[in-house]
């Protein structure tokens, strides 16, 4: 598929995807929505990708939804009926999609942050599995300074990543919150001085997880996520019966026999 708001390599079983609309600041439109959901979906069935680096275009991460698709919704009329409401619901359960995408796609996926992550910038990366940034990134839940509540994901994922009473007040104040801080509250794994420094960081972990069993990586990804759902019986029920059918793998076998031949592991895709 040909895109065009969104940029991708592979490299070493790295992908390297791009939000590419970097003369809007990578504003999401209605192209960019539809392509950020397709691009996750094709690289969760590549099998030659094994982790996913997310980036921004230019000098933003992203700028939120476009004001073109919230701008379309100003222009029904006043009275508002079931009708209508439908079909908002219907574009809200779409865009969604899209941000849940990142976190059904079964490879890890890793955001480096720079510049802006605005409204529903912050919904996409509370769907990636770890987030990098620099120490001038901020952060901002923009929605209630517009009037609305955020309904793409950051007010159920980001009580999960830091403590409520952060997300409480990033929720309600909208305040821009930098690299350091959302280091120190656990928002980001790390911030960094450059963005030099950011994304050979993140390039070194990506390759170190590009470099473990494609098979474990995976599974560990969709336990982790049963797990923050469900209750830790569940959670242990299901981690006995996943490993029941997966533990004995040519992956796990791979293991034993590079340590035996003093190599490293080579892994299929």
Request: charged letters at 25%; a neutral charge.
């Given at each position: 598929m040909i895109y065009e708001t969104i940029s991708f390599s592979i490299d070493n079983h790295v992908a390297l995807v791009k939000l590419n609309r970097p003369e809007k600041a990578n504003a999401l439109n209605a192209a960019a929505w539809k392509e950020l959901k397709s691009i996750f979906e094709e690289l969760d069935?590549?099998?030659?990708?094994?982790?996913?680096?997310?980036?921004?275009?230019?000098?933003?991460?992203?700028?939120?939804?476009?004001?073109?698709?919230?701008?379309?919704?100003?222009?029904s009329e006043d009275s508002i009926d079931a009708r209508q409401s439908e079909k908002i619901r219907k574009l809200i359960l779409e865009l969604q999609s899209s941000v849940t995408a990142i976190e059904l796609c079964s490879k890890p996926v890793i955001a480096a942050i720079k510049g802006g992550c605005i409204g529903a910038g912050v919904d996409i990366i509370c769907a990636c599995d770890m987030r990098y940034a620099t120490q001038d990134a901020f952060f901002t839940i923009k929605e209630i300074d517009m009037g609305m509540v955020a309904d793409l994901g950051t007010l159920q994922r980001l009580p999960k990543l830091i403590p409520e009473g952060f997300a409480r007040e990033m929720a309600f104040t909208g305040r821009e919150v930098f690299g350091a801080e959302a280091e120190r509250i656990g928002l980001v794994n790390k911030c960094y001085e450059t963005?030099?420094?950011?994304?050979?960081?993140?390039?070194?972990?990506?390759?170190?997880?590009?470099?473990?069993?494609?098979?474990?990586?995976?599974?560990?990804?969709?336990?982790?996520?049963?797990?923050?759902?469900?209750?830790?019986?569940?959670?242990?029920?299901?981690?006995?019966?996943?490993?029941?059918?997966?533990?004995?793998?040519?992956?796990?076998?791979?293991?034993?026999?590079?340590?035996?031949?003093?190599?490293?592991p080579d892994f299929k895709n």
């Open positions: 069935e590549n099998k030659e990708v094994r982790v996913i680096v997310l980036s921004g275009s230019g000098k933003h991460f992203c700028s939120g939804i476009d004001v073109s698709l919230l701008a379309d919704l100003l222009k963005v030099d420094m950011l994304f050979s960081s993140v390039t070194e972990i990506a390759d170190t997880i590009a470099s473990k069993s494609p098979v474990s990586i995976r599974g560990t990804k969709h336990i982790l996520n049963h797990s923050r759902d469900h209750s830790v019986t569940d959670g242990l029920q299901y981690m006995a019966t996943w490993n029941a059918a997966m533990l004995i793998s040519e992956d796990f076998k791979e293991v034993f026999k590079a340590k035996t031949e003093k190599r490293l």
